[in-house]
């Protein structure tokens, strides 16, 4: 098994498929996360989750993505969903790339972060991990089945004819 890491860069704008429905992956009180979308690409998958927070663990949340203004801070920390991805032999972070978030001082935290896989898992699926330990959000697995890639190489298609 090969250590990656799966950078926040942004899916292509055109051409990707949905190849798995939205699905809940935590439901507590005052915590929801869902995978929201899973599009396939010719160059990769897109996860797109959901996650709303209310009560104190929103506060939290609003605590730990706070501007960091005061880089001599050195209680001045940061943290996010994390999400952890095992493709194939691939396995590691994955960056978010689009973060929407509530920035509002009270009230739910809601953020929509994605995640860019940058090949379609030979094996048609892929395992996640995501925890966030400081809202109270502990490390959560859950496998995709994609089912073979829509997009078949070359090489795929010339064994066909």
């Not at 949905?18 to 690409?41: C, G, M, N, R, W």
């Not at 999400?83 to 509002?104: F, K, M, Q, S, Y």
């Amino acid at each position: 098994m090969r250590r990656h890491r799966w950078p926040a860069l942004a899916p292509p704008t055109t051409g990707g498929i949905a190849v798995h429905p939205a699905q809940p992956i935590v439901a507590e009180k005052d915590l929801t996360l869902e995978l929201s979308a899973v599009t396939a690409f010719s160059s990769g998958v897109l996860l797109q989750f959901t996650l709303c927070i209310t009560g104190v663990r929103a506060d939290f949340a609003r605590h730990e993505t706070r501007p960091l203004t005061d880089p001599r801070d050195p209680s001045a920390q940061w943290s996010y969903l994390a999400v952890r991805i095992l493709a194939d032999n691939l396995d590691g972070t994955a960056d978010p790339h689009h973060l929407v978030e509530d920035h509002t001082d009270s009230g739910p935290y809601r953020t929509t972060p994605q995640y860019w896989i940058d090949s379609y898992p030979r094996t048609g699926s892929l395992t996640a991990t995501t925890s966030w330990p400081q809202v109270g959000l502990h490390p959560t697995s859950f496998t995709l089945t994609l089912g073979p890639s829509p997009f078949p190489t070359t090489a795929e298609s010339d064994t066909h004819r």
